[in-house]
């Protein structure tokens, strides 16, 4: 349910991925010299029989606007697919979510991204991924006059370090007074001075720990977080199992896990459903305490089921509490 005076629209851009999981086989039990350091055993030439296989989609994009249309707001995906078999399985799942497929474009050089994830007990998984038309991008597709609906929030994922795309989206979005939550990937990070230059039109960074110790100074996730906010005027961190931290103008906050003791089955998409679960409960001015909670309760959800989508949630009317933590900005 929306709990806003009025329907939000978010523009998500980015990525779409046909995925599959390979599940439930002793070959792909891990194999662990130490904690930090696991791999799956499996020699070249073996047959490896699997007893279970799910079919999903994913990619940030779709993942962030299956958010924003089961919570009831307004989402349109912008980003690239093929006319092959993978493709047509993501257009109709962004017609069974809801979500407008105006940004919608055909790549004719490459095909429809697609992943095959091994997938271990307890969550972790190894990815096959062909990017596809969700990498080699067209700047043509990614106009925004080709969106004809207003809408108030821009929110981008990975473009692959198309810096040239993302300056420009930045750019024609605020003139259409939209706000903008930028979830940048590897292809952004491995040149954080083009990536700071775009800060200073993002209201809302998503980031990992990981992520944010690649364009800022810190050993904690809160001076990572303080550090990215001399930047961004919002920005949101996440670190595993360790929870995550977020600040604004007037608060610092940090949280644990949702539920400690939720069974993980799979991790993919965790982060997507965690950094649009914030923005929704942020852009709807809930603040940053509900906006930690919306985002623990939706990436809890997902990791419980196989697939980015599966656990999403359709409304967030009935959370528990959680512990969180506010200490003024400036604390």
């Given at each position: ?150 809408f108030d929030w821009l929110y981008v994922t990975t473009l692959n370090g198309h810096f040239e795309i993302l ?92 539920n400690p003791e939720s069974h993980v089955i799979d991790r993919t998409g965790a982060g997507d459903s965690f ?57």
């Amino acid at each position: 349910m929306n709990n806003s005076a009025k329907n939000l629209t978010f523009l998500c851009v980015g990525s779409a991925t046909q995925d599959v999981f390979l599940s439930h086989s002793p070959e792909l039990a891990p194999v662990c010299e130490n904690p930090e350091d696991c791999f799956f055993e499996i020699p070249l030439g073996a047959k490896v029989n699997v007893n279970h296989i799910d079919f999903s989609t994913g990619g940030g994009a779709t993942n962030a606007a299956t958010t924003f249309a089961r919570a009831g707001e307004q989402a349109i995906f912008m980003g690239q697919i093929a006319r092959d078999p993978a493709g047509a399985t993501i257009a109709k799942s962004l017609d069974d979510e809801g979500i407008d497929t105006a940004g919608l474009a055909i790549s004719y050089t490459h095909k429809t991204a697609y992943s095959v994830l091994l997938l271990a007990p307890g969550g972790e998984r190894t990815i096959l991924t062909y990017r596809g038309a969700s990498t080699h991008f067209l700047t043509s597709n990614f106009d925004l006059e080709r969106i004809e609906k207003a809408f108030d929030w821009l929110y981008v994922t990975t473009l692959n370090g198309h810096f040239e795309i993302l300056d420009k989206l930045f750019h024609d979005a605020k003139k259409r007074g939209a706000r903008i939550a930028f979830n940048p990937g590897k292809g952004e990070l491995a040149d954080s001075k083009k990536l700071l230059a775009l800060l200073s039109d993002v209201d809302i960074l998503l980031a990992n720990r990981e992520e944010l110790s690649k364009c800022f100074t810190g050993e904690s996730l809160e001076e990572l977080v303080r550090r990215a906010h001399n930047y961004c005027p919002v920005v949101v961190g996440t670190d595993g199992v360790a929870g995550a931290a977020a600040i604004d103008k007037t608060s610092f906050a940090t949280a644990g896990l949702y539920n400690p003791e939720s069974h993980v089955i799979d991790r993919t998409g965790a982060g997507d459903s965690f950094g649009s679960a914030f923005v929704l409960a942020y852009a709807r001015g809930l603040g940053l305490k509900k906006a930690l909670i919306y985002g623990g309760a939706n990436s809890d959800a997902v990791v419980q089921k196989i697939g980015a989508k599966t656990g999403i949630l359709t409304s967030y009317d009935n959370l528990h509490d959680m512990k969180v933590e506010i200490r003024p900005a400036n604390y």
